[in-house]
Nanobody, 123 residues
């Protein structure tokens, strides 16, 4: 079991960048890690995921080429680099962990969730 805590959110102008971090209380090396986001009035949506070793990544089409997911297993930390931010990226961003990844993009595949960090992009 792991507890996840996100940090790094904030207010940024369109075109700017942020780096989100997700720190875990336990070892994450056995977990596929994902980032999801939820905008006001919308359902939570998949953003990015990374394999246990970090060798494979997967992105939502809406963020491909702008966001980068990475992980440092020795530090039990996962990152999400957000570049070329748009107002449509405004949401609460949460990280999640699963050791039974039936689908990397489905929220139901993930067992552990952080509380999220707010990202607000102004135009």
């Amino acid at each position: 079991q792991v507890q996840l805590v996100e940090s790094g959110g904030g207010l940024v102008q369109a075109g700017g960048s942020l780096r989100l971090s997700c720190s875990a209380s336990g070892r994450i090396s056995s977990y596929v890690m994902g980032w999801f986001r939820q905008a006001p009035g919308k359902e939570r949506e998949f953003v990015a995921a990374i394999s246990r070793s970090g060798g494979n990544t997967y992105y939502a089409d809406s963020v491909k080429g702008r966001f980068t997911i990475s992980r440092e297993n020795p530090k039990n930390t996962v990152y999400l680099q957000l570049n070329i931010l748009k107002p449509g990226d405004t949401a609460v961003y949460s990280c999640a962990a699963t050791n039974r990844p039936t689908s990397w993009t489905m929220t139901s595949s993930y067992d552990y969730w952080g509380q999220g960090t707010q990202v607000t992009v102004s135009s």
